[in-house]
């Protein structure tokens, strides 16, 4: 199959780890007889360095005429002055919305060999394999933003259509999984966690009888993710929580470092980023932890290309390496050696070569 796939690298570890998912795709290219053209394009912080700009105009056409997006990760400390009228995180942002991508779907598995490396007790993750499903293109992300030397407000919105959408996507998802969703709100306290939930209870009513549906406020839900990890199945939720759910949830599979992402839309297009951001403290060492990438390289095979064997050799290649033994710093116990970002890809390449 031919493909057009958009790299942005963007800031921090992101250029590291985005070369780990190149050297997979062209692995994947050799090995089933495909044609990916690559194209490399600005975006972050880096974009901003150069043309002033967090998503250029030529970033955003690459990646309009693209079948997937990759992106590495956005952000840094030389562009962190919070009163900055430029950020790096509105090159990502901006994204999102251009390719309409609502759903971001964040799959959050345990390899049993990693169970020691997460900071919770071993026996509390047997079992644990849960997706969450994030609303990525409304909500306070993306509302009115004031600010006046006394006073600061962010707007938190939601269309009718936002909802339904999403609770179609990841009841979807739940379809094909346990038919169980848990939808997180806050609706003790918030208009839009109301309207939400009555949204998604009417949907799941009318359409999906098969599917169970739970609500939980997020606080709740913070604390389940902890106490009953294996309980959750297919998680949905709004944008911020959903960020936060998920920061929290990696530290069940040991590391930020091992989560892969999906953003999805309407169309096939999608993007891909692994879940971690831009790791300022450990970048230009090559001691970042691929997996997170190359996982969401199998996610764009599977999602936006349809090619459902080479995404399973990918993850399958994964599991055997983490399983072997190999290990990067964010998940090496004491005595472990460590190997590096490229060392790690080199590993998971072979087994897929
Ligand atoms: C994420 C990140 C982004 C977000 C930032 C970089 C804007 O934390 O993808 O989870 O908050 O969505
Ligand atoms: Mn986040």
Known sequence: MDAMITLLPGDGIGPEVTASGKAVLKAIELSFGHKFKFEEKYIGGAA???FNDPLPSDTQKSCLDSNAVILGAVGGPKWDDPNAKIRP???LLSLRKLLGVFANIRPIKVYPSLKKSSPLKEEKLDDVDLIVI???TGGI????KKRSEKKASDLCEY???EVTRIIRKA???AMQRQRKLCSVDKANVLETSRFWRDITSKIVSREYQDIEIEHILVDAAAMYLINNPSDFDVVVTENMFGDILTDEASMLSGSLGMLPSAS???????LYEPIHGSAPDITGTKSANPCGMIGSIAMLLRHSLNLQEEAEIIEGAMFDVIEGGARTKDIAEENDRIINTDE??????DKII
Not at 141 to 144: A, N, W
């Open 264 to 270: 999805l839309g309407d169309g096939s297009i999608g």
């Open 171 to 173: 009841a979807d998802i």
């Open 159 to 161: 269309h009718e259509f």
């Open 134 to 136: 994030r609303e990525l």
């Open 89 to 91: 995180e509105q090159g």
């Open 48 to 50: 901003i360095d150069q």
């Open 141 to 144: 992300y993306f509302g009115e």
């Open 344 to 349: 790690m890809t080199q590993l998971i390449i």
